[in-house]
């Protein structure tokens, strides 16, 4: 039998072990919360992400739909208007609000005309509509885009194949090309006319917050939460240039009518004009403090609206590269900006109060 003085050095092992595996606990739940996004601090705190190696840049086929894994970074963090977008005639525009409506104003007075969705928990992200005004796209925050009629408020497909919220939606001027993108690296390409998945891009390591197809279908920008923008050939699927130059998450991208000009935003507070051709930057445009949550071109493409967190919105002229008009409408952040369809270069604002105001922008002398 053991005495006593040998049994006490085994129950001392004993608690050291018992200490140790609390210790062990502690520590795992501490990691599990932190990757399941441990509550609202740690989202305040997803500005700080681990970084993540690049996956190689490829085009996928439909059928190539697994998800890569759930990325860390900030939280899709907006209220109020969410999205805006102008018919292509001009006449009516789509407002999306965090409540989960979907409305349709009369852009002369911004009159709401009728409601098209109501779905609490539904909120999109981004809209855009059809060429021909007969539908609105949504990006929902539900991880599926759909395609409601704006004269009756029926749904008319959805697209289904991301496996995380969207961010992002975008359509070529002709309606035949949709592209989404979501809280994943993937961006998908969807046939327009019939909601067909078309091609699933691979390339980037981060979240997409924002994509933008230009005006004749035939590039794609995608800007993701690790400061880079991807250009890509959507008849093909090939990435064709990696925009660096942003110290912080993409917010917005956007292309001239002509599509010789994109645009950029980002949370760094700058503003960058690129070739997308030559895949260069050419200008970076002064004036934005704070974070630029979004961007919009007039019709002809002579004027470049920006919206930022706070409460401005920077008009720039493209001849001259300057500010011609500094518009401070409230101190709230400016989610969405969009210009009228016309030649009037009237200027839509959504902020995180809820409003959709409108501004006429004198236009630029000598174009």
């Not at 996004?37 to 190539?64: D, M, N, V």
């Not at 894994?69 to 005639?89: H, L, M, N, Q």
């Not at 007075?109 to 539908?135: C, F, P, T």
């Not at 030649?343 to 604002?349: G, I």
């Amino acid at each position: 039998m053991k005495s006593d003085a040998m049994r006490q050095p085994t129950r001392s092992a004993q608690r050291c072990r018992r200490s140790a595996l609390v210790r062990l606990a502690g520590i795992s739940l501490g990691v599990l919360l932190s990757a399941c996004g441990g509550g609202s601090e740690e989202q305040e705190r997803r500005s700080t992400r681990t970084a993540i190696a690049a996956p190689a840049a490829e085009a996928s086929s439909p059928a190539s739909l697994k998800a890569p894994p759930k990325r860390r970074v900030s939280s899709f963090r907006r209220e109020g208007v969410t999205a805006i977008v102008v018919a292509p005639d001009g006449k009516t525009i789509g407002v999306a609000t965090v409540d989960g409506r979907l409305r349709v104003l009369d852009a002369s007075n911004e009159r709401e005309i009728r409601v098209l969705k109501a779905q609490k928990g539904a909120v999109a992200a981004g809209l855009a509509y059809s060429a021909n005004g007969r539908y609105l796209v949504t990006a929902g925050r539900d991880s599926v885009a759909e395609a409601w009629s704006v004269e009756t408020g029926e749904r008319r497909f959805a697209l289904h194949g991301h496996a995380q919220a969207l961010r992002s939606v975008s359509a070529s001027a002709d309606g035949s090309v949709i592209a989404t993108g979501a809280e994943e690296t993937r961006v998908m390409l969807w046939d327009g006319i019939t909601g067909r998945l078309m091609r699933v891009l691979n390339g980037h390591s981060d979240f997409v917050n924002t994509v933008s197809v230009s005006p004749d279908g035939r590039w794609l920008a995608s800007g993701d939460a690790n400061a880079r923008i991807l250009l890509w050939e959507i008849a093909t699927g090939k990435l064709l240039h990696t925009l660096l130059g942003h110290a912080g998450e993409i917010n917005a991208v956007a292309f001239s009518t002509n599509g010789k000009l994109l645009a950029s935003a980002a949370q760094d507070g700058k503003v960058f004009l690129w070739d997308p051709a030559a895949g260069r930057q050419v200008h970076a445009l002064e004036g934005h403090g704070t974070p630029v949550r979004s961007l919009a071109f007039n019709r002809d493409g002579g004027l470049l609206a920006g919206g930022e967190s706070g409460g401005k919105v920077m008009v720039w002229d493209m001849k001259t590269r300057r500010v011609s008009q500094d518009i401070a409408g409230s101190n709230s952040t400016v989610n969405a900006v969009a210009f009228d369809a016309g030649v009037d270069n009237q200027l839509f604002v959504g902020n995180e109060e809820s409003r959709v105001r409108s501004w006429d922008i004198p236009r630029s002398t000598d174009r």
